[in-house]
């Protein structure tokens, strides 16, 4: 699955956890996945938690967080010492 397709996967409504980024429009958040995945559940965990998951939806969550980070900046800010 190339990566415009995997990101697809990726969908934003205001309807739906209030507006969290969701896998394919279901209750499972990116946020959770990839919470999920930080604390060190293996994917097949996950495929067996989440049956409606799909290993390409944990790819995309992967893709979705790395394009949210590749655009994030990071500017320095002087900030006076207090008098």
């Known amino acids: 699955m190339d990566r415009d397709q995997l990101?697809?996967?990726i969908t934003v409504d205001p309807g739906v956890l209030v507006g969290k980024p969701t896998i394919r429009g279901m209750r499972i958040s990116v946020e959770q996945i990839l919470d999920a995945l930080a604390?060190?559940?293996?994917e097949q965990e996950l495929l067996e938690d989440y049956p409606a998951l799909e290993s390409d939806d944990i790819r995309a969550v992967l893709?979705?967080?790395?394009?949210?980070?590749?655009y994030e900046r990071v500017y320095p800010v002087d900030i006076p010492a207090p008098a």
């Open 7 to 9: 990101l697809k996967r």
């Open 39 to 42: 604390a060190g559940v293996p």
């Open 63 to 70: 893709l979705y967080a790395r394009d949210v980070v590749a």
